[in-house]
């Protein structure tokens, strides 16, 4: 499993720890991987797309349908 130590962005605000375990649990191994990725290194969509083998628009998807699991616990 990939372990995940950072907390994903509400606003201005950061989940604590225990929160953003929780909302892992929600995600797929490869939402947690692209999550990751994205929000907490700063990789581009397009840098995405390349390494997970996608396009851009399915990756844009996949970043879309993350942030779609992770509302409910804003």
Known sequence: NIVI???FPKGDEFYEEETWKEMCKV???R???VGDLF???GYKQKELAKIFEVNEAR???IIRKIRKKLEKFA
């Open 59 to 61: 990756m844009s998807q």
């Open 39 to 41: 929000f907490r290194q």
């Open 27 to 29: 995600l797929t191994e």
């Open 31 to 33: 939402e947690r991987l």
């Open 5 to 7: 130590d950072w907390v």
